[in-house]
């Protein structure tokens, strides 16, 4: 079975970090595209950051020089590294995949995790 | 602040057919493909539209996306009281190099 499930959230202090995982199943995360996509409590969806499956990444404006996503192969494992974190950072962050071979998000995030929740505060 | 924007809130009786809108730019929607997603309440979204109009296999025919220029639409027909919940689209930003996503809709089941 196809499947993403994350893990790793938690309550952290403003300027705190975390690292977020995402564990992929029936499917390897170096092949496809693979993104983290947030929603703040009551809000809407977020894109946060994609990993190309040849290593190079891209993000948005607001986390740019403090979050970096990575994958570990063997382990078949998404990773975000957050740093810096800010109280508008808090939100539930899903790891997402995209199936697309070419560009980005052409098919769509076809597979989604339950989602963990970060909340920063102090 | 999302540059895609979608109306806040769209609603009709069991079986009626309601439309919901996705305004972006020549950056996003004109020169890329739209994908939309349903999240239904306390759960991920889902993938319900790419490419602008194609349905992912095991989403019903009752969806159906189209576009035109700087604008989207997703169609619901049928409507149920199990589709209640909140609509987003996505497309690619040539200009911001990302993905945006719409302001989202909540669909009410009347």
């Known amino acids: 079975e196809v499947q993403l499930v994350e893990s790793g959230g938690g309550l952290v202090h403003p300027g705190g970090s975390l690292r977020l995982s995402c564990a992929a199943s029936?499917?390897?995360?170096?092949?496809?595209?693979m993104n983290w996509v947030r929603q703040a409590p009551g809000k809407g969806l977020e894109w946060v950051a994609l990993?190309?499956?040849?290593?190079?990444?891209l993000y948005v404006d607001s986390v740019k020089g403090r979050f970096t996503i990575s994958r570990h192969n063997s382990q078949n494992t998404l990773f975000l590294e957050m740093n810096s974190l800010r109280p508008e950072d808090t939100a539930v962050y899903y790891c997402a995949r995209d199936p697309t071979k070419g560009r980005p998000f052409y098919f769509g995030m076809d597979v989604w995790g339950q989602g963990t929740t970060v909340t920063v505060s102090s | 602040q999302s540059v895609l924007t979608q109306p806040p809130s769209a609603s009709g009786t069991p079986g009626q057919r309601v439309t919901i809108s996705c305004s972006g730019s020549s950056f996003n929607i004109e020169s890329n493909s739209v994908n939309w997603y349903q999240q239904l309440p306390g759960t991920a979204p889902k993938l319900l539209i790419y490419?602008?109009?194609k349905r992912p296999l095991g989403v019903p025919d009752r969806f159906s996306g189209s576009k035109s220029g700087t604008s989207a639409s997703l169609a619901i027909s049928g409507l149920q009281s199990g589709d209640e919940g909140d609509y987003y689209c996505a497309a690619w930003d040539d200009s911001l190099k990302g993905l945006v996503f719409g302001t989202g809709t909540k669909v009410t089941v009347l």
């Open positions: 029936g499917f390897s995360v170096t092949s496809h595209y």
């Open positions: 990993l190309y499956s040849d290593g190079r990444a």
């Open positions: 490419s602008s109009y």
